[in-house]
């Protein structure tokens, strides 16, 4: 099993950049891709990016392509979220989750999901 809790979300407005972690605990990640989805209200989950094993290899939603950046430390067992450029059609709760399969861009494919944090950007 593994357990994943993301921080580091918050309210911002819009252009300004947070950095959301998610630190996992009860295995280690390395064995797992991970990926980051989000959820606004009335809406179904969306993928967002994904980072690989490793961390050599990153994949993105083209609605965040350039904006955002995925990357991992398995050594700290986390995972980060680099978001550049916010923008209030950003807003929405994040989730992290660990999976096996590359390149897996939907929920059903992840098999670990964190609690989700709230991302909120003012226009």
């Known amino acids: 099993q593994v357990q994943l809790v993301e921080s580091g979300g918050g309210l911002v407005q819009a252009g300004g950049s947070l950095r959301l972690s998610c630190a996992a605990s009860?295995?280690?990640?390395?064995?797992?891709?991970m990926g980051w989805f989000r959820q606004a209200p009335g809406k179904e989950r969306e993928f967002v990016a994904a980072?690989?094993?490793?961390?050599?290899?990153?994949y993105y939603a083209e609605s965040v392509k350039g904006r955002f950046t995925a990357s991992r430390d398995n050594a700290k067992n986390t995972v980060y979220l680099q978001m550049n450029s916010l923008k209030p059609e950003d807003t929405a709760v994040y989730y992290c989750a660990a999976g096996s399969l590359w390149i897996a861009t939907m929920p059903y494919e992840y098999n670990y999901w964190g609690q989700g944090n709230q991302v909120t950007v003012s226009s």
């Open positions: 980072v690989s094993k490793s961390g050599g290899s990153t």
């Open positions: 009860g295995r280690t990640i390395s064995s797992y891709a």
